[in-house]
């Protein structure tokens, strides 16, 4: 195959793996992240450790019951169940997983800037927050959608990560 031929077939490859991309693990991830850190902060003080534990913990739990669901949801459909199908899934909703990290960090970090523990589950919340909004924007972007509708989409799940706060503070309050 010509240079030419080699780059316009890498094009449609990397075409086919961005429109097949689906990072709406990612923004249910942070999603997830936010509720458990609204919950824990119901709760009382958690330390630190236990609330990055039961970020990672959680959202660990939850990849694995949508790769259950995916598989078994294959299964259902009558495809044939293979190790690379498994792991595709399990690749597929690791989105899910990536977005607890970050809040995970700030909880760890908050240490640092000499934060208490209620102004770290804020900060944490404000981040799984970005994140969800980051998520949903990566997404828009690889489905080739227009800068109104990534707009949209990201101001769409501003205000559902506002939601999320807005019931912290009226659970805390």
């Not at 828009?140 to 506002?162: C, D, E, F, K, Q």
Request: charged share 15%; net charge positive; hydrophobic share 55%.
């Amino acid at each position: 195959m010509s240079g030419a031929g080699q780059a316009t077939s890498r094009t449609v490859r990397g075409a086919g793996r961005r429109a097949r991309a689906d990072f709406s693990g990612g923004v249910y991830g942070s999603v997830l992240a936010a509720s458990v850190l609204i919950g824990a902060g119901t709760l009382g003080s958690f330390p630190r450790v236990e609330l990055v534990l039961l970020l990672l913990l959680t959202a660990l739990v939850f990849w694995a019951a949508h790769v259950h669901a995916q598989l078994f949801g294959a299964r259902l459909a009558q495809r044939d169940l293979d190790r690379r199908a498994a792991l595709r899934v399990c690749r597929e909703e690791w989105p899910i997983v990536n977005a607890a990290v970050p809040p995970a960090l700030a909880v760890a970090v908050s240490p640092l800037a000499g934060l208490g523990i209620r102004a770290t589950l804020w900060v944490a919340l404000a981040v799984a927050v970005a994140g969800q909004v980051g998520w949903s924007t990566v997404a828009a972007r690889r489905a080739g959608a227009s800068w109104r509708m990534v707009a949209l989409t990201a101001t769409v799940n501003l205000a559902l990560g506002l939601l999320i706060v807005a019931c912290k503070l009226f659970l805390t309050h």
